[in-house]
């Protein structure tokens, strides 16, 4: 049999959320609805918040989101294009018994 030659799988690590991945497939999720608000519900805390257009708009190959801090139950994140030219966003999301949503984006203010 295969078993033979390949080594015993070790037990699987739970490994913590990854936010940053969490957050990736959030944008993409909110991308593809295309405005529906019935499908926004199940990816934003609220349909009715309006964000800022920019890296989360990109697709998901052609920016980076990166956890900067978490903390009870919400999180936020950096998104950033990965071509120069479109300036990073700040993305925050939340924890609700729905799983995590994005609850809002932010123009990160110029340094």
């Known amino acids: 049999g295969e078993s033979d030659t390949t ?3 070790p ?3 739970v490994e913590p959320t990854d936010l940053a991945v969490v ?6 999720a909110r991308t593809a609805c295309s405005g ?7 990816v934003l805390e609220s349909t009715g ?3 800022t257009p920019g890296v989360v708009d990109l697709p998901a190959d052609q920016r980076t989101v990166t956890l900067l801090d978490e903390f009870g139950g919400a999180a936020v994140l ?9 300036p990073p966003q700040l993305i925050v ?4 018994e729905r799983g995590w ?3 809002d984006v932010h123009d990160v203010p110029e340094q």
């Open 7 to 9: 080594a015993p799988q």
């Open 11 to 13: 037990a699987p690590v």
């Open 23 to 28: 957050t990736a497939d959030l944008l993409g």
């Open 36 to 42: 529906d608000s019935e499908c926004l519900a199940d």
């Open 49 to 51: 918040t309006p964000f």
């Open 78 to 86: 950096r998104a950033e294009a990965s071509a120069a030219g479109a």
């Open 93 to 96: 999301i939340v924890r609700t």
């Open 101 to 103: 949503l994005l609850r």
